[in-house]
């Protein structure tokens, strides 16, 4: 981002758009202009960067633009929880995770992922901007009442071009008819967008893959318990998942969801060992033993072939699970990254623009095509942005300051590297990105950090850079032969693009290393 880039004031952004404030405050509000918000204890500021503005203007009816999205486009955004028990809004997001579940595996209908989708909770936003954001054209929305036994769900689609509302249903059963409604709506879109379906996508849509209510009900709670990310939270989950299936007994759903709860303790850091790895593995088990084509099946024995640095076995379970499932933003994101860590980048980047169109808001899809422009030794103006804008999606989180302050690093802007670098909320400051993160900055190098808790390649690898950075060579290819045993095998990176290697390039260690890299990287489509 160059220096004069940034405007900040209402003030300032109306100026540059030759608007008035109230205009772009509406702009904001309808037609998502990319406005950005810092918050403090008292107040908040705004700013912008005239590069979004301009990008903006290209795309909005500001100017010439094309139409909103395909026509066989949707999301599905949160259905509202109108019940009197807050304790509800499971349910809530249970219906619309399964709505979107179902219309996702349709070949001929891309659908938003629901964690983009779920970006538009209560929003205010109108439809327009919200299907601008998305890049859809239809919008499926609704709310849930649940009194007991009785339910009452409403539903409308929405043609985001003209703000019509295609249809509306309001449908009042039972619990019991929970199934019937979910295959309802989905069927109705179907004819609403005129999807064709074939035969194997009609008894998709009609398969109930877990037809009991009481562990239907333990499923929901387990997801969105899942989606907090703390120990306690997976903890209840791994509980709830167990009491379903002892409930319904052995059930190729539950199992796969339970496979995912474990794998969730070593993704959120909080278990490196390897017993989620063999938990998860028992669960695959079950999976194939239950359904020997499982695409949740294949998805999670991808998983955890990634997490043992068994990147080509990974690989292969990953493009199995997508031939059945094609719209899972999960498998395309490990894919891609796979394909990337693997130096395959050429393969990588059309997963990359699916993953795109399909899951647009969710911070670490956003970096994806700087990823893998990165790999590929271009640290241009334009990947910086993305990962400047993955951070400011989500500042609290630690991940995303350290790969922001790595890529400031490779591209020299060491002052704000180092702003961003030692810019950690005190409570966060002894977390491992935090101190990864602070030694890429210029401080003292984490000793301590044992190789267990590294858990994928990411770590080794912006160790090695930090203490290849600091002249620390011993260190640094030590830390490189753990990444390159967890998967990281891009040779043509570490070869010629990554900066932190031409110090260590001299060294037999790192000559020797390379070989094995190489060796592995040309073997990567044979094996």
Not at 89 to 99: H, K, N, P, S
Not at 353 to 376: F, G, K
Request: with cysteine; net charge negative; charged share 25%.
């Amino acid at each position: 981002m160059q220096p004069d880039d940034r405007l900040d004031s209402w003030k300032e952004i109306a100026a540059y758009l030759k608007r008035s404030v109230r205009t772009v405050r509406r702009w904001e509000h309808e037609e998502a202009l990319p406005v950005h918000r810092h918050l403090h204890h008292t107040h908040g500021t705004v700013y912008a960067h005239k590069s979004e503005l301009e990008a903006w203007r290209q795309r909005s009816s500001r100017a010439p633009a094309a139409p909103i999205a395909a026509t066989k486009s949707i999301a599905v955004l949160p259905f509202a929880n109108l019940s009197n028990d807050a304790d509800n809004e499971y349910f809530a997001d249970g219906l619309t995770d399964e709505v979107t579940t179902n219309l996702s595996r349709l070949r001929a209908l891309r659908v938003i992922s629901g964690t983009s989708a779920r970006r538009f909770r209560n929003s205010a936003s109108g439809a327009k901007a919200i299907a601008a954001q998305l890049g859809v054209r239809f919008l499926l929305e609704g709310g849930v009442r649940r009194a007991g036994e009785r339910l009452r769900i409403s539903a409308q689609l929405i043609d985001a071009a003209s703000d019509d509302h295609i249809w509306a249903e309001t449908y009042d059963g039972t619990i019991d008819d929970i199934f019937a409604i979910q295959e309802r709506l989905a069927r109705v879109i179907v004819d609403a967008l005129e999807v064709h379906l074939t035969a194997d996508e009609e008894q998709t849509l009609a398969r109930r893959p877990i037809d009991n209510l009481p562990a239907y009900d333990c499923y929901l709670r387990a997801r969105h318990e899942g989606w907090r990310w703390r120990q306690d939270a997976i903890d209840r989950a791994v509980h709830l998942l167990q009491d379903a299936l002892d409930i319904m007994g052995d059930n190729a759903r539950l199992y796969a969801a339970l496979g995912r709860a474990y794998l969730q303790y070593r993704e959120a850091g909080i278990d490196l060992s390897e017993r989620p790895l063999v938990e998860a593995d028992r669960c695959t088990t079950k999976v194939f033993a239950l359904e020997p084509s499982s695409a949740a099946g294949m998805q999670l024995r991808g998983w955890i072939h990634y997490s043992r640095g068994n990147v080509r076995q990974a690989v292969r379970d990953l493009e199995a699970s997508l031939e059945r499932e094609p719209n899972d933003a999960d498998t395309l994101l490990l894919l891609s990254n796979c394909y990337l860590i693997s130096g395959r980048v050429a393969a990588a980047r059309p997963l990359i623009a699916r993953v795109l169109e399909i899951d647009p808001l969710t911070p670490v899809t956003r970096c994806m095509p700087a990823y893998a422009d990165i790999v590929e030794g271009n640290v241009s103006a334009s990947a910086i942005a993305a990962y400047r804008q993955m951070f400011e999606m989500d500042e609290s989180n630690p991940m995303g300051r350290l790969f922001y302050a790595y890529v400031l690093a490779l591209s020299g802007n060491n002052d704000e590297m180092r702003a961003i670098g030692n810019g950690f909320a005190p409570d966060v400051r002894g977390t491992l990105p935090a101190r990864v993160a602070m030694f890429i900055a210029g401080g003292e190098p984490p000793t301590d950090i044992a190789v267990e808790q590294t858990a994928s390649d990411v770590f080794p690898r912006l160790l090695a850079y930090a203490y290849a950075r600091a002249g620390m060579a011993d260190e640094a290819i030590r830390w490189l032969q753990i990444a390159v045993d967890r998967g990281f095998i891009n040779y043509p990176f570490l070869a010629e693009h990554d900066p932190s290697t031409k110090s260590l390039r001299r060294d037999p260690r790192f000559t020797s290393l390379l070989a094995r890299v190489r060796e592995r990287w040309e073997q990567f489509d044979a094996t």
